[in-house]
């Protein structure tokens, strides 16, 4: 059973054999830490895993203890679950430190700091926290109201509480993303008639303005890392198949740059450059192989030779070597004799 982190192209497993699917890979900024999500569907539990890259220490479960939980189903949140800590989202490297939402003792889900208990706990279900990339703020959305609000906790200020950024009493404002000058906010307005996009262009006077007004679903922003551009998921063209688009931050024509692709929990993963972005392509008779794509030229998109089959969710960083690492949740490698439960595996990209 390998726990360490491989440096070298050769794609490796990084997760230990565990009765569940490991699912959400997530670097921290700087690469130094990689968390992960294992889902044991027979006992409805959500458990969370840390682990350093490079040790071969095994990975640290995290999250408080936790009995018998229901989600209360304010913004979209599985009901009857079990257990659960996830939605992990990690400090700038300079802060070392992480969030996660999870079920706690109040039968609900509050956010809570490694090492320090809840942050701001509240009746109605807390998740989708996002640290702002100044380390300064959390955003996160809420059923505290009674639906999914979008909410701003500034951080290292004694007794500070939640801000609401938004309060459409018809949508719920869920997965919220950072633009990389932390004074800009992407999210989804959830409503009966279907998801779209909106931007807050400044988070200190919150005044969401409309980004896309497709019908269907628009969902999961991500911000490139200049900040001038957001990706996203729509399902604009056929209505079971979602695409890949990207469009600039300040508004315009979203340009598509991928067709049939899984989605990704945090939304499109760019590459370090912000030249392109990986994902996972919906094709079934070819196992879900990883792609990248370049935006100077979508047509000329390539496959990712990770050897891996049964892929869903993606993450790259550029690590302090250097390089661009991967990583990714598959069913196994091309060739296993047993391919059973979902890993976690990590290569190095050329």
């Known amino acids: 059973m390998l726990l360490a982190f491989a440096f070298a192209s050769a794609i490796e497993p990084v997760s230990p054999d565990q009765p569940g699917h490991c699912q959400s890979p997530r670097w921290s900024p700087d690469g130094r830490w990689l968390s992960w999500e294992v889902n044991y569907l027979e006992r409805q539990a959500v458990e969370l895993f840390v682990a350093v890259a490079g040790s071969s220490a095994p990975p640290r479960k995290v999250g408080p203890a936790a009995g018998s939980s229901t989600v209360t189903a304010g913004f979209g949140g599985a009901g009857g679950a079990r257990g659960v800590a996830h939605e992990l ?15 706690g003792a109040a039968e609900d889900y509050d956010l809570y700091l490694d090492g320090a208990g809840a942050l701001a706990a509240a009746p109605g279900a807390d998740g989708n926290p996002a640290w702002s990339p100044d380390g300064k703020s959390l955003l996160f959305t809420s ?9 701003l906790l500034p951080l290292g200020v004694a007794g500070a509480q939640p801000l609401r950024l938004s309060g459409d009493a018809t949508a719920a404002e869920v997965y919220g993303a950072w633009a990389p000058d932390s004074k800009r906010v992407a ?6 008639k279907g998801d779209n996009l909106y931007v807050i262009d400044d988070v200190t006077f919150p005044a969401p303005r409309p980004f896309t007004s497709w019908p269907g679903v628009q969902t999961r922003p991500s911000w490139s890392p200049d900040g001038t551009r957001i990706a996203f998921y729509a399902n604009r063209e056929v209505e ?3 695409d890949l688009y990207v469009v600039a931050a300040a508004g315009g024509e979203p340009q598509r740059v991928a067709t049939g692709v899984v989605l990704n929990p945090r939304g499109p ?3 370090p450059d912000g030249g392109g972005l990986v994902y996972v392509r919906a094709d079934d008779p070819s196992f ?12 000329r998109a390539r496959q990712v030779p990770t050897g891996t089959v049964g892929n869903t969710d993606v993450d790259v960083v550029r690590r302090a070597d250097g390089k661009t690492w991967l990583a990714v949740a ?12 979902r890993r976690i595996y990590t290569m190095a990209l050329e």
Not at 145 to 150: E, R
Not at 330 to 340: L, M, N
């Open 187 to 192: 999210f989804v307005g959830h409503t009966k």
């Open 269 to 271: 993963s760019w590459l």
């Open 143 to 151: 059923a505290r109201t009674g639906q999914g609000d979008l909410y």
């Open 288 to 299: 879900n192989p990883v792609w990248r794509v370049s935006l100077a030229d979508p047509g």
């Open 240 to 242: 079971d198949r979602f």
């Open 330 to 341: 598959a069913q196994g490698r091309v060739g296993d004799a047993v391919r059973d439960f």
């Open 89 to 103: 989202t990690f400090s700038p490297a300079a802060i070392n430190r992480f969030v996660y939402a999870a079920s």
